[in-house]
């Protein structure tokens, strides 16, 4: 059996596709579907069952989860950037992480882990996934700080050496239309680009970047999800690794591949970006995937023409993975 937290989330769910076309069905989803709609990234998908994840982790101490669990993905959390209760982070990020990765530790049970590249922070110590400079970074939010910190407990208690930590980098596609205003730009942007043709940006408030010319490493969620399946069929790598194409994009490209894909001439609006995320935004970010490729991981990445073609392609139709 495969447990997947987060399993009715973005890319939970989108790995849960990824595992279905490669075969795997014995599957415990893990999640808490609350209010919203993501119960629907489920719809059509292979598994053996589902459980709330405050019922889940309590059962970990009764023994009744079994002895056959060959691997958990640990991709649950909440990722929210304008969520401050710090508290909650804690618990729900860190904690909770703590007493999963303890049980998969203890079991001898494959443990990949969502980390995130938001513990970069502003990039200023790089973007490696070297373990030496992992306890020099400075997360710029709670959400980066969360992941930081248990990375770091991974570290510092021996734990990377069987496990595996992923630091996702900006994903987007299918399946993340439950987050509202945590989607990426492409789907927040799609209906006012049909209704209105235009695209807003928000403006730059750095000198060495012109408006729309930050950077970030915006990856495909198929191929995020490739990378991740990875790990499970390479039992004997293990480390942080980052999960991202090694090429930074600007966000005025990225909204001209939205305007391409729609055959619609390319206008941009700039406005003014909210003062409480003005000294939290990442201006840039570019994962080094050197070690990623090191460890033998062959497969492509795809453009973000490409991509953003392809993920337009599902927003037309409301349509999932």
Request: charged fraction near 25%; proline fraction near 2%.
């Amino acid at each position: 059996m495969i447990i997947v937290t987060g399993g009715a989330g973005f890319i939970g769910s989108c790995l849960l596709w990824f595992l279905n076309k490669n075969g795997y069905d014995d599957i415990l989803v893990v999640d808490h579907l609350d209010h919203s709609e993501k119960w629907k990234n489920l719809v059509g998908k292979r598994f053996r069952d589902y459980m709330e994840k405050d019922d889940f982790i309590g059962i970990i101490p009764t023994g009744r989860l079994g002895n056959k669990i060959e691997a958990i993905f640990h991709l649950g959390a909440c990722s929210s950037t304008t969520c401050q209760d710090a508290s909650y982070f804690i618990k729900n990020n860190y904690e909770y992480s703590k007493t999963l990765a303890r049980f998969a530790l203890e079991k001898n049970i494959r443990f990949i882990y969502a980390s995130s590249a938001a513990t970069y922070g502003n990039g200023e110590e790089g973007y490696s996934d070297d373990h030496e400079k992992l306890l020099t970074l400075k997360p710029l939010n709670i959400y980066g700080f969360s992941k930081h910190i248990f990375d770091a407990w991974m570290l510092r208690f021996g734990a990377l050496e069987t496990a595996v930590g992923l630091k996702y980098f900006n994903v987007f596609g299918p399946n993340e239309y439950h987050k509202n205003d945590m989607q990426s730009i492409v789907p927040k942007a799609f209906q006012v680009l049909k209704n209105e043709g235009v695209i807003r940006l928000f403006k730059s408030y750095r000198d060495d970047y012109k408006d729309g010319e930050q950077k970030r490493d915006f990856i495909y969620v198929k191929d995020a999800v490739q990378m991740t399946f990875f790990f499970l069929e390479h039992p004997s790598t293990a480390g942080i690794f980052n999960i991202g194409t090694g090429n930074a994009v600007t966000w005025n490209n990225l909204a001209k591949a939205m305007f391409k894909s729609l055959a619609k001439p390319a206008k941009i609006d700039y406005i003014d970006m909210p003062l409480d995320l003005r000294d939290k935004y990442q201006y840039y970010t570019q994962s080094e995937t050197t070690k990623l490729r090191n460890v033998g991981y062959k497969g492509p990445v795809t453009s973000i023409d490409k991509s953003v073609g392809d993920y337009m392609e599902y927003l037309k139709n409301r349509s999932h993975l």
